[in-house]
């Protein structure tokens, strides 16, 4: 066999392999809005409101001075980039400059339960 056509099908080969697990990692960090629906109505909607509006029946308790975001208003939805919005769910908003009584979730949601609640807070904008 000619060295460089086997030098050719290896690299076909190689970037065939790369390009399926470029494929694999983004399917894994894209999120499902209805597995994050879930998520959210078990770990968010006590402070966050059940429609996202930020108007939940723990702030009260709380005695929040500050209600969390409307996730339905398109504009303030959008204002926030999605590296934030994880790192306000996995770290908390004390770690990033916001409310000490928003908890961080890190221990509590895996990798792909975190895209799959900014999936569902992305998709709540009506």
Same mark, same amino acid.
């Given at each position: 066999m000619d060295p460089f056509i086997f030098l050719r099908q290896q690299v076909v080969w190689a970037a065939a392999l790369v390009a399926l697990a470029a494929s !694999?990692? /983004?399917?894994?960090?894209e999120g499902n809005a209805g597995r994050g629906a879930q998520i959210f109505?078990? &770990?968010?909607?006590?402070?966050?409101?059940?429609?996202?509006k930020g108007d939940g029946p723990?702030? #009260? *308790? /709380?005695?929040?001075? #500050?209600?969390?975001?409307?996730? =339905?208003? *398109?504009?303030?939805?959008?204002? /926030? =980039?999605?590296?934030? !919005? #994880?790192? %306000? !769910? =996995? &770290?908390?908003?004390?770690a990033n400059g916001k409310s000490r009584i928003m908890p961080a979730f890190a221990d509590k949601l895996n990798t792909q339960q975190v895209q799959d609640l900014l999936a569902f807070?992305?998709? %709540?904008? *009506?």
């Open positions: !694999i990692s /983004l399917a894994a960090a109505a078990a &770990k968010c909607a006590r402070c966050h409101g059940r429609g996202g723990d702030l #009260v *308790k /709380l005695q929040s001075a #500050v209600s969390p975001d409307d996730w =339905t208003d *398109k504009e303030s939805n959008q204002e /926030l =980039t999605d590296s934030f !919005i #994880v790192a %306000m !769910i =996995t &770290k908390g908003g004390k807070i992305r998709a %709540m904008p *009506k």
